[in-house]
C-alpha cells in the first residue's frame, strides 16, 4: 500500500552505509526518502535499489536543468528507475518541462515529475542579484504558473507560499515544501523556513525534511515527534 505520510526525510550523506543505517531507524509506512545529489553522485542507481528493497517509495532530487532532450532523457532514465518523484529547475522553461513529462509518461511506471520554482535557501536580496527585482512569492507564482501549464505534478516551493498557491492551483498539484523546521531546531541555509504543523495548516501536500531527522541522535524518535506534532493539531 502507498505510504500515507506527508513526511519526506531527506538523506543527505555521502555514503551508503551512512544512508541505510538512518533508512533502518525509519518506517516506510511513516515517510517516503529523498536521494539528493550528495548521495547519488557517490552511491548510483544501487542506492535506489536498496531502498526499494526495504520498501520505501524514492523522490530521485537531482533538480536537472540543462536543455529540453538532455533533461528528457535523463527523467525518462529517473522514471525507469521506479522512483516515486523526480524533479527538474522550472526555470529550465516551457519546452523542457514539457519534454521531460512526455519522457516520464513514456516510462509508465507512474513517476511524478515536478519542478523548483525558488530554492527555499532564498530570500529577496538573493533574487535582486540575479537580477530578478521581485519579492519569492512573485517568481514562486510565475514559475508555478508555468510548471502547471507544462503538465507537471506539482512544484517544490516553501511551505510559506501555500497559502496562496493551493487554492490559484487546486488540490491535484502538489505542493513540495522543504525548508520546515521544527521548533528549535536550526535554520541552517534555509531562508523561507515553516514548522511542520503550520505548513501542513498552510496547505502543503509533503513536507521534506531533512538534518532535523536525519542527522538527529534518534531519527525514529525525530520522525514520531513530528507525525505527534501533526496529530496534535489535527
Ligand atoms: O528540491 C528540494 O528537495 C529542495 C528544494 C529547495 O528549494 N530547498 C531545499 O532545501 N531542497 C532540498 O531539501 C532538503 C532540505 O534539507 P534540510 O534543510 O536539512 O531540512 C535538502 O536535501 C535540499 O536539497
Not at 524514492?58 to 538532455?70: A, R
Not at 524533479?87 to 515529475?113: F, I, Y
Amino acid at each position: 500500500m502507498a505510504c500515507q505520510s506527508p513526511i519526506i526525510v531527506a538523506l543527505d550523506f555521502q555514503y551508503r552505509e551512512q544512508a541505510l543505517e538512518v533508512a533502518d531507524q525509519l518506517d516506510p509506512a511513516k515517510c517516503r526518502i529523498k536521494v539528493g545529489k550528495e548521495l547519488f553522485t557517490r552511491e548510483g542507481p544501487s542506492i535506489i535499489k536498496a531502498l526499494h528493497q526495504k520498501r520505501f517509495e524514492v523522490f530521485l532530487d537531482l533538480k536537472f536543468h540543462d536543455i529540453p532532450n538532455t533533461v528528457a532523457k535523463a527523467c525518462g532514465v529517473a522514471a525507469d528507475l521506479g522512483v516515486w518523484m523526480v524533479n527538474v529547475h522550472a526555470s529550465g522553461g516551457r519546452r523542457m518541462m514539457e519534454a521531460a513529462r512526455k519522457a516520464v509518461d513514456q516510462a509508465g511506471t507512474g513517476t511524478q515529475l515536478i519542478a523548483v520554482t525558488v530554492l527555499t535557501s532564498m530570500e529577496r536580496s538573493d533574487l535582486t542579484e540575479l537580477g530578478l527585482d521581485l519579492e519569492p512569492i512573485d517568481q514562486v507564482k510565475r514559475l508555478a504558473q508555468l510548471t502547471k501549464d507544462s503538465g507537471l505534478h506539482g512544484v517544490v516551493c516553501s511551505a510559506q507560499e501555500a497559502p496562496i498557491l493551493k487554492p490559484m492551483f487546486g488540490a491535484d498539484f502538489s505542493l513540495v515544501t522543504p525548508g520546515i523546521r521544527p521548533v528549535g531546531s536550526e535554520a541552517g541555509d534555509q531562508r523561507r523556513v515553516m514548522t511542520p504543523p503550520d505548513a501542513v495548516a498552510a496547505g502543503v501536500d509533503y513536507m521534506v525534511i531533512g538534518r532535523p531527522i536525519a542527522q538527529a541522535s534518534n531519527p525514529r524518535v525525530a520522525l514520531d515527534n513530528v507525525l505527534k506534532s501533526l496529530a496534535a493539531q489535527a
